[in-house]
């Protein structure tokens, strides 16, 4: 790819960005969220067309105008979103597009055929997946599998990977990283996409570092973390939250045998048992649809619970609306923020009053202080650094780490009791992380509990007092931020120990 | 899922870079795709296929186009003559003919005469402008409904019992009379809003299948002992009290204390909208609903609220047409009034102002092709092809774009902003 | 937009938590009960003690099926009663579908032999009637399905038979031959879909916006070519040949079903076979897994180099046809000749009829059936006059729909994509 350029409005998404790929390499692609790898990569999919520049493919200079041409051309691309269509089974997820047909114009599907294509393939890359399984059945981990056996099916030459580690458990993510060696090793080359530099240098050849839509660099795999990292962002960074320790008081949030269920009315939490106590931060790691969501919600009044009992300063909160669990002091920083935590068509300052627009001074039952609520706004903005033409411009033309703060500067902008924040830095930038990290560390030293959730196991560590690892739907132990990153690891994969349990490994 | 479109990229730069004076800056403005410009050419347009399908219709200047090639004038003068006569009695019978004017002043003819037309064109607009707002609200709610004309049919059917059954003392009886058919909307409004909220059952084929069940209600209710017209043996009510009527200017005009009420009611509604809390929740629910939930709102409450809201609006437009001009119930009694509040909804771009004026461009249009009908001959159902065309080309400003070759600028884009699925 | 969530399907603990005691198949015993209840204790009593003829012919003759009216409507009561007892005991999961089925058949019963006491009610007539009355629903079904399997929601059906209608009449009048005003119904069918697939898929405006803005539309425009064209000149362009009926010799011979299915007009099994083959094809061919994918996840259709947006203007299109023939019904089949907003919210019904169906050709058509059958008993009884108006009879299409998407009668699942537009990221 040479000088490639891509434009949206204003934004310069990619900047004149030169990339080669040779064949048999795994060639990553690192740099943080919102630098523009995936529009990168969207452009050499075909699903996005560069505003300059060319792509070159074995010496031909190629357009893509849709991921058709880019898969004739021997591209294919797993999804950080994967791209299955959940109830159809998981052979016509990957025939669909390359269907096996008879009968001529009539187009028959030639079920037998793209059965027997599907366990090839799987066979042939050791890549185990069930043909005639529905996809919406299966764990991530087998998704992300059949994804990937989808694009060798068409026979690609280079395949692009994009954060397809995101999902999985530390070890899951060893055995990819094992599958993209030895499918560079059979020749075919890889684009890594992703921003964790400990799987970068575990695998790669060849490290191209992007930062705001430029190639600020590569590197070679033998190149320091630390160099990377400040290659990454622009300057060195320190990873580590700066904290004292922690002075625990009161049990403030307390869980017994909590059981909630899914959407699809699938058990999602198991009988859970939780304390969160004053003065403390409790991180809850796990890899991510092990529950956690489901579990937050539950506490928050959004989801109803099967059973079990939660309590807050002893105040049962089963059957309490979110609005009455938000007023009886609990902040919540929502997983999904721009489905969850910011109406984007709202203003900063109305989203700044979203859970608080009919309570004194901003309004009342009836009617909005139009007035007060505005005033509000001006002085979170400067206090939250929340970086907005005005607090009038409405959110969504606000990056996703000033629309994390608006919601961070909501929620912590009353007194607390406590504090629950799912991943609250996902999609933000490095400087906002580091800004809503102190926040939350502030918060607990005020005497708020705090239960942060996260699959990103370097943020609970840093957070957290103490780390709970939960895994479908339990709580399997609570340990100390200290244990060692491998133990924490082995505990998401449901491995307690000395005793695993073996029908875990066959359910994968 | 929300689909906002990007606007289309700027248009290049004109190369040479010369100071644009005031008038070059204000055409350019005017010229740019906003919401006046994209209206004003959606109307044109909408009347350009409108003389295509008179002409086309017109056997006689038809005829004419059979020979156009040896002698064109002929066929383009009977066209020409032939449309701006129908588009001249519009215009006559919307807002004001000349001739009665001159007549007026030289004492020939009266000042009633005068304002006939524009008596006409608010008389028709009246339950418009409620049956809008009653599609407007829910949109902005992120609810479409497509319920109007049953919840008005309800209206009707409510204030019209109560306008023929009660004896109650003027004033009061006209008060409770709009009472009830508010309340006959709401109940039909409250149908579907609760049953989304409950079950999520998807509002446009709930208020759908209530349009029908009250049609077919009201057709059940009229021949029934009590309120079938006991001198009568078709369907038809009795005719309401006088106490209950709207008052009305003296004969011949007909024009209402409805459209009074119904200025008032685009206040209300735009109050409510922008300055109340429930306006608050509605609007975040309507762009973003799991957003609203996580921030304490109630969806479910808001949604049945704001369907309550909107039907009571739709049967108060019921309830003018009831109980100022129609005087009884028939079948047809609320004529299209719900389905016109739609297309009023969607013309105004569901803001309440914008609404009440729409409401008044299509009873102006009303109206005027009353007057066409009776003078050219022209049917009336070319207005409702007007107001749907109208509705089109707006709904699709990118078309009307494409067709005038406009800058891009800013522009509602209506609709596509709460396009979802069932 | 539903978040996917992988949390474990398996139950490693034992943690106990009870199922909810109203689970949906006591909710629906719950409901035939009170049906059943209804049907043995209101409509029992009112049943005269007098023979119910149910004719095997057309008319009052011939062999027929009799029972004594109010044994007849308490019988069929009890056993509505009964099969929804065994449904509200929770035991009998995996045939509630059927037992829900029966339940309804049973009510049905025990109102048909209520109104029919003393009287008859000529089968074959009551059968061919309700097909005919479905053909349209069925055709403008169908077409709904092939436009929201593929993810664009059709509503302005009601506008494709407007306009179906219309150009059958016309065509079919100027040029004397039902076949061209057949085909000119699919175009008229197809202008409608044309505007509305430009609209939706180009143009990106809400789909049941703009459907419902076309079905006013139609209605102007034929509303207005009909007073301008056919009532000052009907002789000259209303007055369509009407629509023979075949008969296949041999099959129309059968009892009841023969002169039904087998002694009909063309569009009846035009409107079969597309029911077949829709069905065969949206399961078994490439086209099908295609449209189902750009109807469920347009996304990932396009990333395996589906041409969404492609697909979708031709299932809309080839829909519009299918409704446009339709439209053909009701003025080549029905009623001989145009007139003014003829179709009557027929339109509105098939799309009932299509939801009811869950999106499936044989749910669509089972479903029209079902619809056409209460239009033709409703016309029965305002004919035999019955007590019951035959407004509230007309009613129970629509609310029977409001019942099926209330998710009272089983959860009705639309295509995930059903009326979003695809915009590319």
């Given at each position: 790819?040479?000088?490639i ?21 795994v ?10 790898k ?5 452009q ?10 060319e ?25 950080q ?8 089974t ?16 009539l ?11 599907v ?12 043909p ?6 299966l ?7 059949v994804?990937?056996?989808?694009a ?31 499918l560079a090793?059979g ?6 996409i ?12 060849r490290?191209?570092?992007i930062?705001r ?8 795999p ?12 622009g ?11 922690a ?11 909590l059981?909630v269920?899914?959407d ?10 939780l ?52 007023r ?13 935590g910011v ?10 009053v979203l859970?608080?627009y ?8 009836l ?8 005033e509000?706004?001006?002085?979170r ?7 907005a033409?005005?607090?009038t411009?409405?959110v ?29 830095t ?23 509990a ?6 990103e196991?370097d943020e ?6 103490r ?18 990153r ?23 | ?17 010369k100071?644009d ?5 204000f ?6 795709a ?20 008179i ?45 009665s ?19 006409e ?10 049956t809008g ?8 709610g ?6 109007g004309?049953g ?8 204030a ?8 109650l ?19 039909w409004?409250f ?8 079950t999520g ?36 009510s ?14 011949p005009?007909?024009?209402?204390l409805?459209?009074?009420?119904a200025v008032?009611a ?13 306006g608050?929740?509605l609007?975040?629910?309507?762009v973003n609903?799991p ?30 047409q009831?109980l100022?001009t ?8 609320a004529?299209?009034?719900g389905f016109d ?9 569901n ?14 249009l009303?109206a ?9 001959g ?13 509705v089109?080309?707006i ?18 884009r ?9 | ?9 398996e139950?490693?603990?034992g943690v106990?938590?009870?199922d909810?005691f ?18 043995a204790?209101?409509f ?15 008319d009052?003759?011939g062999?027929?099926?009799s ?15 009964v ?8 035991r ?18 025990s ?10 009610m ?13 053909l349209?629903?069925?055709?403008g ?13 059709n509503?302005a059906?009601?506008?494709?038979f407007l ?8 065509v ?7 076949w ?11 202008i ?13 405006v ?10 006013l539309?139609a ?5 207005f070519?009909?007073?301008r ?10 007055q369509?040949p ?28 035009i ?6 083959v ?20 347009p ?17 809309v ?6 409704a446009?023939?339709?439209?053909a ?8 000749a145009?007139n003014?907003n ?9 799309l ?12 669509a058509?089972?479903a029209?059936?079902?619809?056409g ?7 029965f009884?305002?004919v ?42």
């Open positions: 790819m040479r000088g350029t891509k434009r949206f409005g204003d934004l310069v998404a990619n900047d004149h960005i030169d990339i080669t790929v040779e064949p048999g390499e060639h990553a692609l690192l740099g943080e969220n919102g630098a523009g995936s529009t990168l990569m969207n050499l999919y075909g699903l996005l067309q560069p505003d300059e520049g792509i070159v493919v074995n010496g031909e200079a190629k357009v893509f105008r849709s991921p058709r041409d880019a898969i004739a051309a021997g591209i294919g691309m797993v999804h979103h994967f791209m299955l269509v959940p109830v159809f998981v052979a016509e997820n990957i025939a669909l597009g390359a269907e096996d047909v008879r009968g001529g114009p187009g028959i599907l030639d079920r037998r055929r793209n059965r027997r294509d366990l090839e393939t799987s066979k042939k890359y050791g890549l185990p997946v069930d005639d399984a529905l996809v919406e059945d764990p991530v981990g087998a998704q992300q599998r994804e990937i056996v989808k060798l099916t068409r026979d690609v030459d280079l395949l692009i990977l994009d954060e397809p580690t995101a999902v999985l458990t530390p070890q899951e993510t060893d055995e990819l990283l094992a599958v993209m060696r030895s090793e020749g075919k080359s890889i684009v890594f992703t921003h964790k530099l400990r799987e970068v240098k575990a695998v790669a050849d490290i191209t570092v930062r839509g430029r190639t600020v660099g590569t590197a070679s033998d190149t320091s973390e630390d160099e990377l990292a400040a290659l990454m962002v300057r060195s960074v320190s990873l580590e939250v700066s904290k004292t320790q002075e625990p008081g009161r049990d403030v949030l307390s869980i017994s045998g059981v269920d899914d699809r009315g699938v058990r999602a939490v198991d009988g859970v048992d304390t969160v106590r004053a003065g403390e931060v409790l991180g809850i790691a796990g890899v991510q649809g092990n529950g956690q969501t489901e579990l937050v919600e539950a506490i928050m009044g959004l989801r109803a619970l099967r059973t079990g009992s939660m309590a807050l300063d002893g105040e049962s909160l089963a059957g309490m609306s979110t609005k009455k669990i938000l009886s002091g609990v902040g919540y920083v929502p997983e999904d923020r721009s489905l969850d109406v984007k068509e709202f203003s900063v300052a109305e989203n700044l859970d608080m009919d309570r004194p001074p901003f309004g009342n039952a009617r909005l202080n139009t007035k007060a609520i505005n509000a706004a001006a002085e903005v400067t206090q939250f650094d929340i970086r033409s005005s607090a411009a409405t969504g033309t606000l990056s996703g780490g000033n629309q994390q703060k608006v919601v961070v500067a909501r929620e912590m902008s009353r007194p607390l009791r406590l504090l629950i924040a799912s991943q609250p996902r999609g933000v930038d490095v400087g906002s992380i580091e800004f809503i990290h102190s926040q939350i560390i502030h918060e607990r030293d005020n005497g708020t705090v239960l942060v959730v996260s699959s196991l609970v560590v840093g957070l957290a007092d780390i709970a690892v939960m895994y479908r739907g339990r709580i399997l132990a609570i340990v100390s931020p200290d244990m060692p491998e133990e924490i690891g082995l505990l998401m994969a449901g491995i307690t120990g000395a005793e695993a349990e073996p029908e875990e490994e066959e359910a994968e | 899922m929300t689909t906002d479109v990007e606007a289309p990229p700027p248009a290049k730069e004109s190369p040479e870079k100071e004076g005031f008038l070059t800056l055409l350019k403005n005017l010229w740019s906003n919401t006046v410009t994209v209206t004003i050419l959606s109307i044109f347009l909408a009347l350009v296929v409108g003389a295509v399908l002409v086309i219709s017109d056997s006689e200047v038809l005829s004419k186009f059979s020979y156009f090639t040896s002698r064109p004038s002929d066929a383009l003068q009977s066209s020409w003559d032939l449309i701006s006569g129908a588009y001249a009695d519009l215009f006559k019978g919307a807002i004001f003919d000349p001739a004017f001159q007549a007026w002043f030289n004492g020939t003819g009266t000042w009633q005469a005068a304002f006939g037309p524009v008596s064109t608010l008389t028709y607009a009246a339950p418009l402008v409620f707002l009653a599609v407007a609200i829910a949109f902005r992120g609810l479409f409904n497509i319920g004309q919840q008005a049919v309800m209206g009707c059917v409510f019209g019992v109560a306008g023929f059954a009660f004896h003392p003027p004033g009061l009886h006209l008060i409770v009379a709009l009472l009830f058919g508010l309340i006959g909307g709401a109940l409004g149908l579907p809003g609760f049953l989304k909220a409950r059952a998807h509002e446009v084929i709930t208020s759908i299948m209530l349009n029908y069940t009250a049609t077919l209600f009201l057709g059940w209710l009229i021949l029934q002992k009590g309120v079938q017209d006991p001198e009568r043996s078709d369907a038809i009795k005719t309401i009290a006088h106490s209950a009527e709207l008052p009305a200017m003296p004969d005009l007909r024009v209402h409805g459209i009074v009420i008032g685009t206040a209300g509604v735009a109050w409510l909208i922008n300055r109340s809390s429930f608050f929740e609007r975040a629910v309507g609903p957003a609203a939930k996580t921030a304490g709102m109630s969806v479910a409450k808001t949604y049945t609220m704001l369907m309550v809201v909107a039907g009571g609006l739709a049967g108060l437009g019921g309830a003018t009831v100022g129609a005087d009884k119930l028939t079948a047809q009694v004529g299209n009034i509040g739609l297309l009023v909804a969607l013309l105004g771009r803001k309440p102002w914008g609404t009440l004026f729409a409401a008044i461009l299509y009873g102006a009303r005027g092709g009353n007057l066409m009908q009776v003078d050219v022209i049917s009336l159902e070319l207005v409702t092809v007007l107001q749907a065309l109208i089109i080309f709904a699709a400003p990118a078309l009307v774009k494409a067709i005038f070759q406009l800058r891009a600028a800013r522009s509602a209506l609709g596509a902003s709460m396009a979802k699925g069932w | 937009m539903s978040r996917v969530s992988t949390a474990t399907v139950n490693l603990t106990d938590a009870p909810r109203w689970n949906r198949e006591r909710r629906l015993g719950a409901g035939v009960t009170v049906i059943g209840l209804i049907a204790v209101i029992g009593p009112l049943a005269e003690s007098k023979t119910a003829r149910f004719t095997l012919s057309t009052a003759t062999a027929a099926l029972i004594n009216g109010q044994f007849g409507t308490i019988l069929f009561g009890v056993i509505a009663l099969l929804g007892a065994v449904m509200l005991t929770g009998a999961k995996r045939w509630q579908t059927l037992l829900l089925c029966l339940g309804i058949a049973a009510f049905v019963l109102f048909l032999c209520w109104q029919v006491a003393g009287k008859f000529p089968l074959v007539d009551t059968l061919s009637g309700s097909v005919e009355y479905a349209p629903l069925i055709l079904a169908l077409a709904g399905v092939l436009g929201e399997r593929s993810g664009v929601v509503v059906i009601e506008g494709q306009m179906g209608a219309f150009g059958a009449a016309l079919g009048t100027l040029a004397t031959s039902v061209a005003g057949l085909i000119s119904a699919m175009i008229g069918g197809l409608i879909a044309a505007m509305l697939a430009v609209l939706a898929i180009k143009f990106l809400d789909q049941v916006v703009v459907g419902t803005v076309l079905n539309f209605l102007g425009v034929t509303g070519l009909y007073e064209l056919m009532q000052p000149n009907a002789l000259k362009y209303n369509p009407q629509m023979p009926r075949w008969e296949i010799p041999g099959l129309a011979d059968i009892p009841v079903i023969g002169p039904v299915l087998f002694h009909t007009q063309v569009l009846t099994w409107a079969l076979i597309l029911v077949v829709i069905h065969f094809a949206l399961k078994n061919t490439r086209w099908g897994l295609r449209t189902r994918a750009v109807g469920e996840h996304t990932a259709a396009d990333t395996v180099g589906v041409r969404v947006r492609g697909l979708r203007y031709v299932n299109m080839v829909g519009g046809l299918i446009g023939a339709g439209g019904y009701f003025t080549l089949v029905s009623t001989g145009f003014k003829m179709t009557a919210g027929a339109g509105f019904i098939a009932a009829a299509l939801i009811f169906g869950r999106w499936t050709p044989f749910g058509l089972g029209a059936l079902f619809f059958f209460a239009q033709k008993l409703a016309y009884l305002s035999a006059g019955s007590p019951v108006p035959n407004q509230f009879l007309n009613m129970l299409p629509y609310i029977a729909t409001i019942v099926a998407v209330a998710g009272l009668v089983g959860r009705v699942r639309a295509p995930a994509a059903d009326g979003q537009p695809y915009v590319k990221s």
